[in-house]
């Protein structure tokens, strides 16, 4: 049985997600929760830490991917082929930090403003 097509989305409960233009005060939270949830693993700049840094993430992934990876990281690690070659990468195993839903939605804004703001027309 051939695998389901790497659709770019990543395995999890987040698919076909739009965003709207950038929401400042979102992004302000997600630091917040960036700061106190993945910094110890992720730096906002393109260097590694024990992950990747995350500068320009959201030019490469798509928003359901990002927010996949956030809330469901193990079983993306174990089925999303993406998230598979990172983990060979960094040798790492990311974890659930208990990261809700709408602070997923907080940190992929901080990430998109992080990034410029201005990939959201990528589809």
């Not at 950038?22 to 630091?31: F, W």
């Not at 917040?32 to 840094?53: I, L, M, Q």
Request: aromatic residues 4%; glycine residues 8%.
């Amino acid at each position: 049985q051939d695998a389901p097509k790497d659709d770019g989305q990543g395995i999890g409960k987040f698919k076909n997600i739009t965003l709207a233009a950038l929401d400042t005060k979102l992004a302000e939270q997600g630091k917040s929760v960036f700061e106190a949830k993945c910094s110890a693993c992720h730096n906002p700049t393109d260097v590694k830490k024990v992950g990747p840094g995350l500068k320009g993430v959201t030019t490469r992934r798509q928003p359901a991917w990002i927010l996949n990876m956030i809330t469901n990281p193990v079983e993306m690690t174990q089925k999303d082929p993406t998230a598979k070659d990172l983990l060979a990468t960094h040798l790492t195993q990311m974890t659930f930090q208990d990261v809700s839903d709408d602070q997923a939605k907080q940190i992929l804004e901080y990430l998109r403003s992080n990034d410029g703001g201005a990939e959201q027309a990528k589809k």
